[in-house]
Every structure is written in C-alpha cells, then in structure tokens.
C-alpha cells in the first residue's frame, strides 16, 4: 500500500490534499491517539467531515484551526461518518457556533440521538445480563457497574435536533465536487462514505483504515446482531470501486489499496472464525474464545470491546451453520457443529489472492 502523504498534520494543522480537500487531526486519550478530519471546500467557505471528541482541549484547537486553517472562513456543512463520539462528537458545539446544518445518514443520527438523550447513572439490568451470558466474571460486572453508564454525553455536546440525511446513492455537492454516498453496516449502523468518481477520492471514515481494523461488535441493543456478516458484505462492496482511488481514513494516514486493504482485512477476520471452529469442540463462551482471537492483555474498556468482537465472530459462525448456542446458567456458549470452509463466505479466502 501507498502513503503519498507523507508526515500527518499535528493536531489542528493542514495538509493539502487537493487545492479544495484539506487534512488535519484531531487528539483522541484513547490508544488510537487521533482521528483525521477532512475539510471540503464549500463555496465561500468550508463543509467539516467529522468533528473529534468533545472535550475542551479538542474545542481549543478548534477554535485556533478555524481562525488559521480555515482563514476564519464560514463552516457551511457539519458533515458525520457515523455516531461514534470521535466522529459525531462536536458536530452539536459546531452547529451551535455556526448554524451550518448537519449532514448524517437516518441510523446514525438517531443512534446518536438517543444515546446522547438516555443518560442514566446507573448500568440497566439488560446490560449487566448480556455481560454475564457472555461470561464476564463477577469481577468485570463488578467494574463495569462502578464505571457507571452515562458516559456517551461526557464527551458528545448536546446534538442538534434537526438533521439533513444522507442516503445510500445520493449526490451530495459541496463546491465543484458532486459526493456519492456509499453506506456501510458492521462497525455502526448506517456509516456514510463520500465517494467522488470523478477524482477517484473515496472518504472512507472507520469503513476502511490502513493499519487498524475497525470493531465489529455485537452489542446488548441488539444482543443476536450479526454485523461481522454486515460488515464482510460492505467490504465487498467497497471493493467494487477503483483500485487506484484515493482512501482518506479517519484513522492513520491516506493510502491507495482500496482492495487489497479491504481483502486483507476480510481474511483477518476469516483466519479468526477458522481458529474459533477449531477452538470450540467444547463449547466456549465469549469470554472464554478470547485466547483464540486475541494475542493482547485486555483489561477495562479493551475487554469489554473484546467481548462484543467475539460475539460478533460466534454469532456469524451460528448464521451459516457451523455452530450452535446453548446456554446454562445465564452464559452462552458456543459449539462448533459442522465444517467452516471460509471460500463459501470470501472469495479469496482459499490461496490469498485469487481475485
Ligand atoms: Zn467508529
């Protein structure tokens, strides 16, 4: 894969990506460190791609971004990816300051929406349960109930209430650039792409990063989700634009590789549900398949992440037959019960490269 960026921007500085596409950073406390914002050149002024985490910090480097990345030009759109709080955070806080209108697709807006409106202090009972069937210990359940649950609009500001939504094959111009909106499912629920055939730029968001993959997770909303499924069939469909189109992620640096990126991260997830079906002769609950998936020590939020990205690779494993689930004393366990021949779900799973 290509990197023809070079050294990323610090945090809010500029990197030209074409006379009308500028890159910067923004700083996230999490091991990712920071996500890439992208400004599209609007008119007079400028449309946002994602706005970073709502903390004061991440505000102040806003406010100097504007007055000299942005020459103090006007902010014309707020445009979100998905709701992840790195992404969806300031979109709110911009739109307060600036009026300009937000641009998000139907799912996300409304799963934003409504974890920013259902605060509640104490972790809900339902939550607790789907915990424990995917076998955390009393320990876990313990921290988690400490860590407490009203923890999205720390760092969302207040969502505006009113949206413009992005649909899967709308053309959305900003400046001379007509953006085809390219959905994706698995990581969230209805993440938007921006596609530019013309130029061959695909804004990528978390659908498609270059050194990390994305979670894909299975969470106590929607406890028998299949999104490792949702998110194999979006790679295949990224995987029907140009080879030689630009990707700019938000997470590490713009590359060119769409496919071989997109296959590569496919048979990541291929190679973890064949050690699964070979892992559980016995049946083995979430928890107890992390030895097979993960090779880190996962503590705090890692270890609850884990849990939904081993439920994920489970509960794809029982949707094509392999496995079934039982469950006794409140934990789901998983059971392989036939064969997994990963060239009957990707393609180029057999010899790495047949495509
Ligand atoms: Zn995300």
Request: glycine share 8%; with cysteine; hydrophobic share 40%.
């Given at each position: ?181 390219v959905m994706g499912n698995g990581h969230s629920p209805e993440h938007a792409c921006l596609y530019d055939a013309e130029a061959k ?155």
């Open positions: 894969m290509d990197y023809p960026f070079g050294e990323p921007p610090e945090s809010g500085g500029v990197v030209e990506i074409a006379p009308d596409i500028i890159w910067t950073r923004m700083p996230l406390p999490f091991s990712l460190k920071h996500i890439n914002l992208y400004m599209l050149r609007d008119g007079e002024g400028w449309a946002v791609l994602d706005t970073g985490l709502s903390t004061s910090m991440v505000r102040d480097i806003w406010t100097e971004f504007r007055a000299n990345g942005l020459s103090g030009l006007p902010i014309t759109k707020i445009i979100v990816t998905h709701y992840h709080p790195d992404h969806f955070g300031l979109a709110g806080w911009l739109h307060q300051d600036t009026g300009a209108p937000l641009y998000m697709s139907h799912g996300e807006y409304f799963a934003g929406r409504m974890l920013s409106l259902g605060a509640q202090k104490d972790v809900p009972e339902t939550v607790l349960s789907f915990y424990r069937a995917a076998g955390f210990p009393d320990i876990a359940i313990e921290a988690m109930k400490e860590h407490g649950y009203a923890n999205f609009s720390k760092v969302v500001s207040p969502v505006p209430e009113s949206f413009h939504r992005l649909r899967e094959g709308d053309s959305l111009a900003v400046g001379a650039r007509h953006w085809q909106i730029i695909l804004i990528s968001g978390d659908q498609l990063l270059p050194r990390i993959t994305s979670n894909i997770s299975v969470y106590p909303t929607e406890p028998e989700a299949n999104p490792l499924q949702d998110w194999l069939d979006s790679l295949a469909k990224l995987m029907t634009l140009p080879e030689d189109c630009l990707v700019l992620p938000a997470h590490n640096e713009p590359f060119y590789g769409l496919r071989q990126r997109a296959d590569q991260i496919a048979r990541g997830h291929l190679r973890s549900l064949q050690r699964l079906s070979s892992s559980c002769e016995e049946p083995k609950s979430a928890v107890e398949s992390f030895p097979f998936l993960f090779k880190r020590k996962l503590e705090g939020f890692d270890f609850i992440l884990a849990a939904g990205e081993a439920l994920a690779h489970h509960h794809f494993l029982v949707n094509v037959g392999v496995a079934e689930r039982t469950t006794s004393g409140g934990v789901n366990r998983f059971r392989t019960i036939a064969p997994f021949d990963p060239a009957t779900v990707w393609p180029t799973s057999d010899d790495g490269n047949k495509r």
